[in-house]
């Protein structure tokens, strides 16, 4: 319970969603930026387009009856990665910001423009 905890803070910190654009901060990949193709919120982890790609053998199938070697990205623990931000460019942390009509949506730390939208 105390690890779903800590999850759930860390996820909640990095506020990070599908189809975000991040840059990887640490690992292997450091320095790359990607879109987000999907988040682990249980395991804090996300798959990033084209980051953290691993070669695996695949079976043989109908259409590759030899089987052979598919690239496919692996997951990323989301503290190794940053949101850019779309209107500056930069790698930054994200606020939350209620309109008037109560609609929380999240902006960048930076410059202060709303990042979904
Ligand atoms: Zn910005």
Redesign the pocket.
Known sequence: MIILGELELKVKKTKIRKDDKVIVIAGRDKGKIGKVLSVDLKKGRLFVENVNVVKRHSKPTAQAPQGGIIEKEASLDISNVMIV?N??A?P?RIGFRTSSDNITYRV?K????MIDG
């Open positions: 931000c209107k500056c930069e930054t960048c930076k410059c202060n423009e």
